[in-house]
T-cell receptor
Framework: QKEVEQNSGPLSVPEGAIASLNCTYS??????FFWYRQYSGKSPELIMS????GDKEDGRFTAQLNKASQYVSLLIRDSQPSDSATYLC????????????FGQGTTLQVKP | GAGVSQTPSNKVTEKGKYVELRCDPI?????LYWYRQSLGQGPEFLIY????????DSGLPNDRFFAVRPEGSVSTLKIQRTERGDSAVYLC???????????FGDGTRLSIL
């Protein structure tokens, strides 16, 4: 079992729809969770961080964390073609050394 | 600088050669990380510095890989006797301190022929 798992996709949604990206993790002691966006040929860009159970909203993005289920998700409302990218879920494990453990990423395609 | 700076942006070299990759973190960030990303995969952790010391080097694949951060700012990742399997994008990230959000540089694309 991988430490952080994501469906590789591609996930295809029409413009204006809600895109839902999911991630599960195996280390129950994990405390910090991040979503990065990565355009093709570019480096990861931090878009959301979440540390406690529940929802955290920032503009069109909402991160959701459920530690009991070891599940973190990212919702993108009013999806735009410019949101088309790979979304990486990253976790700092229970050892808390600061290192990020990444999933393989989910490719999102937003079709006009 | 405003962001994490990595040089060179691209490096092509022959198998068996030695390479150095440089990372200049965001000013004031005490934590610095190196990752490696292969096509279609998420970044894979290599090493984490807190200040000048390597706090966690558990991700270095073997003893051909070494990294330093002598003054607690710029870091250099060194790869000896390069192999074709070392070809990847090497990413550097920094954060205020360990555990806080990390910000990535543009990466060095390393190609071993």
């Amino acid at each position: 079992q991988k430490e952080v798992e994501q469906n590789s996709g591609p996930l295809s949604v029409p413009e204006g729809a809600i895109a839902s990206l999911n991630c599960t993790y195996s280390d129950r002691g994990s405390q910090s969770f991040f979503w990065y966006r990565q355009y093709s040929g570019k480096s990861p860009e931090l878009i959301m961080s979440i540390y406690s159970n529940g929802d955290k909203e920032d503009g069109r993005f909402t991160a959701q964390l459920n530690k009991a289920s070891q599940y973190v998700s990212l919702l993108i409302r009013d999806s735009q073609p410019s949101d088309s990218a790979t979304y990486l879920c990253a976790v700092i494990g229970g050892s808390n050394t600061g290192k990020l453990i990444f999933g393989q990423g989910t490719t999102l395609q937003v079709k006009p | 600088g405003a962001g994490v700076s990595q040089t060179p942006s691209n490096k092509v070299t022959e198998k068996g050669k030695y390479v150095e990759l440089r990372c200049d973190p965001i000013s004031g960030h005490t934590a610095l990380y190196w990752y490696r990303q292969s096509l279609g995969q998420g970044p894979e952790f290599l090493i984490y510095f807190q200040g000048t010391g390597a706090a966690d080097d558990s991700g270095l694949p073997n003893d051909r890989f070494f990294a330093v951060r002598p003054e607690g700012s710029v870091s250099t990742l060194k790869i000896q006797r390069t192999e074709r399997g070392d070809s990847a994008v090497y990413l550097c990230a920094s954060s205020l301190n360990g555990g806080t959000p990390q910000h990535f540089g543009d990466g060095t694309r390393l190609s071993i022929l």
